[in-house]
């Protein structure tokens, strides 16, 4: 297999991934005809695929996985801006949590993904608590 360069684009890596998996040829993802689900489409960084399913209007754009997470905390933990900031503009709830009270800006700010955070903090609502557990105030 050949290496690719700094510069491949996403599907490029993509496909280097699949390769591994699936033989030396090199795969397009749309090759393997298995759509993506909106999940995974964030998690990978496909901007067209998670567009796709904005503007078709079919998906719940807050629905949480098996694992407790939406597709805004996927992208907010890896870093994907392009795709935080398309998710946002559509409308999600950007307080939304895990089952362990985790939400996206956590998950982004823990990442050091300063610019998801930033966006994110423009809508989130969160409490704030002083160092002996009491509440001060809410957002």
């Known amino acids: 297999m050949s290496e690719l360069s700094d510069?491949?684009?996403?599907?490029e890596q993509l496909g280097a991934s699949l390769s591994l998996w699936?033989?030396?040829s090199m795969v397009r993802p749309e090759e393997l005809d298995v759509p993506l689900d909106l999940h995974t489409?964030?998690?990978i960084g496909q901007y067209d695929v998670v567009a796709e399913c904005i503007k078709k209007g079919e998906v719940d754009l807050d629905r949480k996985n098996?694992?407790?997470w939406t597709p805004l905390m996927?992208?907010?933990?890896?870093?994907?801006?392009?795709i935080a900031n398309l998710l946002l503009e559509a409308g999600?709830?950007?307080n939304a949590t895990t089952a362990k009270g985790i939400s996206p800006l956590?998950?982004?700010?823990?990442?050091?993904?300063?610019?998801?955070?930033?966006f994110l903090l423009q809508?989130?609502?969160f409490w704030v608590y002083s160092f002996d557990g009491g509440c001060c105030f809410w957002t």
């Open 106 to 118: 956590m998950l982004a700010a823990s990442c050091g993904n300063e610019s998801i955070a930033y």
């Open 123 to 125: 809508g989130a609502s």
């Open 41 to 43: 489409a964030c998690s």
């Open 7 to 11: 510069e491949a684009s996403e599907s």
């Open 92 to 94: 999600v709830n950007v």
């Open 66 to 68: 098996v694992g407790g």
């Open 74 to 82: 996927y992208a907010a933990y890896i870093g994907h801006d392009n």
């Open 22 to 24: 699936l033989g030396e």
